[in-house]
């Protein structure tokens, strides 16, 4: 079985680790040679692929093709790629081009009553600004006047997107499935870093049981909308007790998958194959097992550990993947003997959420301790 992954960055390296974990072979492709995705499979190519005329040849061989990029005439280079070679395509154009415009999105939520933050100019400060076509936490500003919101949007070019900026913990949820036959595997915890980019991912949720059940149903709702098939991610935010939907992505999201894997066994990749080769939907695996997983970024520079958002791994080059990592289960890293410099993607789990955060300390004490750190130990709980 052999899986072609177009992009090698984070999308890129979700993939091609849960592939491998799959016991596929992987071949990464990407217009640049020292994206991170390149170190994390037995084949890397180098190839724009906007230029579909050498697609076909490159992907002769592929039992599946699954996109993990979000340029619009390279996934339409890749769509048609796949449609002449009779490829299976792992990817939703029709609700992609929903979901990847934040206006689509908001204005279709408000039509159906989709519960989101309240839209400017009907809301008070603060207020988030974010581009409407950017992924994540790009571009991102929190404003704390009216004045600054309307000269913001005044002085500004192309399309943003302006709502309420509501505190609270950050929950995700992937939808699996096709034409109202879905498919959702568990609720994870996002924590946050002070840009607003995902930091760490924990399993299983602290999320309430009730309020799990209507965040599921929140994200039904929303794939049978979008007419979804394939995969799509859910993100949403918890403020008194009520959830609000921050933003959908229909595409293969980062991090969230590999916490999932590693706390219920469920693997998005293999099961994106079944869906797109073989048509089969797959079994709900038994959540009441659920292992305790801290999904984590680090970064060791001039002598100081820091914890930051998921950019420090956009741009650490090619990563590999390092089992028992300083007493992690394993690590996604560029860490090399004698680099001063690196990064980490830590994975430690437990029999539960609270043995996972036990063992999660002592692997950051293990690794301050053998490179002579220093930094203070972030927090991961429920509202950070």
């Not at 009779?86 to 992609?96: G, L, S, T, V």
């Not at 870093?193 to 949720?205: M, N």
């Amino acid at each position: 079985m052999l899986v072609a992954v177009a992009g090698g960055n984070l999308q890129g390296v979700e993939i091609a680790y849960l592939a491998r974990k799959a016991g596929w072979d992987v071949l990464v492709v990407d217009k640049n040679a020292n994206v991170p995705a390149s170190g994390m499979c037995p084949w890397f190519v180098q190839q724009d692929l906007c230029e579909e005329k050498h697609l076909g040849a490159l992907f002769a061989k592929v039992d599946l093709l699954i996109p993990a990029l979000e340029n619009d005439a390279a996934l339409a280079a890749l769509a048609r790629c796949a449609l002449s070679n009779d490829i299976p395509f792992a990817f939703d154009p029709a609700a992609y081009n929903i979901s990847s415009s934040k206006q689509a999105s908001d204005d279709l939520f408000a039509r159906s009553g989709i519960p989101v933050p309240r839209a400017w100019p009907y809301c008070p400060p603060p207020v988030i600004v974010k581009p409407s076509r950017a992924s994540g936490s790009e571009d991102i500003t929190i404003f704390n006047d009216r004045a600054s919101v309307d000269d913001f949007l005044k002085q500004t070019n192309g399309e943003w997107v302006a709502q309420a900026y509501v505190e609270g913990p950050t929950y995700s949820l992937e939808v699996l499935g096709r034409h109202g036959d879905y498919f959702l595997p568990q609720v994870t915890d996002l924590h946050m870093d002070e840009q607003y980019d995902c930091r760490a991912v924990t399993a299983p949720s602290l999320l309430p049981a009730e309020q799990v059940a209507a965040f599921e149903k929140i994200s039904l709702e929303i794939a049978r909308l979008v007419d979804l098939n394939g995969l799509m991610d859910v993100e949403v935010v918890e403020n008194n007790g009520a959830l609000r939907v921050l933003e959908i992505d229909a595409r293969f999201p980062s991090q969230t998958p590999t916490a999932v894997y590693h706390s219920i066994g469920f693997n998005m990749v293999e099961a994106l194959g079944e869906l797109f080769m073989h048509g089969h939907m797959p079994s709900a695996p038994d959540q009441g097992r659920a292992r305790g997983v801290v999904y984590e970024h680090i970064r060791v520079s001039g002598g100081v550990l820091r914890f930051a958002g998921e950019h420090i791994i956009s741009n650490a080059g090619p990563l590999r993947r390092v089992p028992d990592f300083y007493g992690a289960d394993e690590a996604i890293t560029n860490c090399t003997e004698g680099r001063a410099d690196w990064v980490a993607t830590l994975i430690v789990t437990g029999k539960d959420r609270q043995a996972a955060m036990d063992k999660r300390k002592q692997v950051l004490e293990t690794i301050k301790h053998s490179f002579g750190l220093t930094g203070e130990f972030a927090a991961v709980n429920n509202s950070s």
